[in-house]
């Protein structure tokens, strides 16, 4: 018998007009195969127009964006960085690479983000030299709250809004409110470039200085000469023309997200063993997974192999930093939330491709194994 139709956690969507197509096209057609040109410039205002934010520099993950940001806040050898625990390893990894030290922050329940209390905690404790917030699945850490405290201390923050590409916390777009917003465009991203990176920031002088060193730091000489150390980092013009293509759609692809959230949340209203993902006020969320926390870790695992039996992918909540393996020897600061929040959570599939008959297969396996 042949399998039913996988359904996926978030895939990549391409626009139904070729958006994407024209503007490889173009790069084709002008010869510019190369990490600069017209895709690339576009891409990286209407980019930065999008998010409310003065300047952006493409580049080649979301993870060099975090490592370009860090050299850009001045993070080196020895520094102590404050970073949200309940994340994905590349807001963190860019930290050791610096040769930083990573101290983590744990969440709070109301946003699944870092907590105001855990962070001024943590300054009581350490003198960092910035702080990494994320916006986990497109919904927004508490802003004001964690502004002040860094303001109070100095310290700039680098939004990690590489799953919260179009939320906006009070009006503001996710990674234009810090001094520094990266984001991904990775293939399970909202929309996607194959691979790839923005960072924004505030400063023209700073982004200027990102893009040299995304560019190996080539200094301005007729020969290769290089002053500091480079990166090869900045994005191809090719990959440039599918994220300007990817723009176009973005809204549509938000509320999709929305309208998918929505569904899961009506039609598994009835089940009293599961919450989902806080939805705060302030909150417009893109919505880039449908998350829900069950009463009982075991359920998650129950849950995760009837789906997989249906050809459907649901996975846990990223699991903290502070319990990877690679990350036990740093500190942490807070209590037992993150951790509650992976032992319990599971997203669920969120691929804007999904049909309702999708979402109703999807709602009656949740249905049939919680029910029980
Ligand atoms: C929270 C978070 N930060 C950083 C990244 C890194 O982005 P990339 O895969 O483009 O390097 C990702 C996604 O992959 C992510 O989910």
Partial sequence: MSKPERLYLSSPHMSNEGYELAYIKEAFDT???????????????????????????????????????????????????????????????????????????????????????????AFKKYTPKAVIIVHLYGLSANMDALTELCKKH????????????GTTYKGKKTGSI?????????????????????????????????????????????????SELGYNYRMSNIVAGIGRGQLKILDD??????????????????LDSISFMPINLWNEPNCWLSCILADKPIKIIELIDTLEVENIEARPIWKPMHIQPYYKNYDH???????DIFNRG???????????????????IITKVLNV
């Fill in 253 to 270: 692809r938000i509320k999709k997200k929305r309208y998918i959230f929505t569904q899961y949340k009506s039609m598994l209203s009835e």
């Fill in 333 to 339: 600061i807070g209590g037992e939330v993150s951790e």
């Fill in 154 to 165: 100095n310290v700039p923050i680098i939004e990690d809004a590489a799953e919260s590409l």
């Fill in 31 to 121: 010869n510019w195969i190369a990490p600069l040109g017209k895709n690339v410039d576009g891409f990286e205002h209407e980019f930065a127009e999008i998010v409310g934010a003065p300047y952006a520099a493409a580049l080649s993950s979301g993870t060099a964006a975090m490592h370009l940001a860090l050299k850009a806040v001045g993070v080196s050898n020895g520094d102590i960085v404050f970073c949200q625990s309940l994340t994905f390893a590349a807001s963190a990894n860019p930290i050791i690479y610096e040769n930083a030290v990573t101290v983590f922050i744990d969440s709070d329940r109301e946003t699944w983000n870092m907590d105001p209390n855990a962070l001024e905690a």
């Fill in 346 to 364: 599971l997203c669920l599939p969120s691929d804007t491709k999904m049909t309702d008959e999708n979402i109703n297969r999807v709602c009656e």
């Fill in 178 to 226: 810090g001094e520094y917003g990266i984001f991904s465009f990775n293939g399970n991203k909202i929309i996607t470039t194959s691979g790839g990176g923005m960072l924004v920031g505030k400063d023209k002088s700073k982004i200027d200085k990102v893009r040299f060193w995304a560019t190996q730091s080539r200094d301005p000489a007729r020969h290769y000469q290089h």
